[in-house]
């Protein structure tokens, strides 16, 4: 199932230590409580949303309004002798996931009702078709938005020239 579900990872190789990474990371990173409703004016070196442990961290970047296609990104860091390995997933959020995955059945369901229990071989690969123009529309959205999210990491680890 995780294959059908819009993501994607990546290994960065970092001359910084661990906690210049985590250091880093938090300087440009709010631990936001959305349930809390007093969400305050963001800062300017304000980069990302989430939270940040000891040896990873889960972040997304700041948006003013909401996306669907915004990946979560899961991270992983590891100290070696010269510096540090940045294991990176980006993923759906779980709502969005979950969305994906429900529509996706629902356009499944639907083809095969049309298919065999009406035998309307036409509304069957309508709906076919709409389950997976769902998932490709999904997949380019969802790549858009991580090398957006890429670009602001790297940037932010000084492992990018800028642009």
Not at 17 to 45: F, H, M, N, P, W
Not at 46 to 73: C, H, M, T
Not at 78 to 83: L, N, V, W, Y
């Amino acid at each position: 199932m995780i294959k059908y579900l819009p993501h994607h990872s990546e290994v960065l190789v970092s001359s910084m230590t661990c906690e210049d990474v985590i250091a880093r990371l938090e300087s440009v990173t709010k631990d936001v409580d959305y349930l809390s409703g007093t969400l305050v004016g963001q800062q300017e070196e304000q980069l990302f949303n989430g939270k940040i442990n000891e040896d990873s961290f889960r972040l997304s970047k700041v948006v003013k309004r909401a996306d669907s296609f915004l990946p979560l990104i899961k991270g992983k860091i590891e100290p070696t002798r010269a510096g540090c390995i940045i294991f990176l997933d980006y993923q759906l959020f779980p709502g969005a996931s979950f969305f994906m995955v429900f529509w996706s059945i629902v356009t499944l369901v639907m083809g095969m009702f049309f298919l065999f229990g009406q035998e309307e071989p036409m509304f069957a690969a309508v709906s076919f078709a709409v389950g997976l123009g769902n998932v490709f529309f999904a997949w380019s959205h969802f790549k858009r938005k991580v090398k957006k999210s890429q670009q602001i990491f790297h940037k932010m680890l000084s492992l990018q020239k800028n642009r």
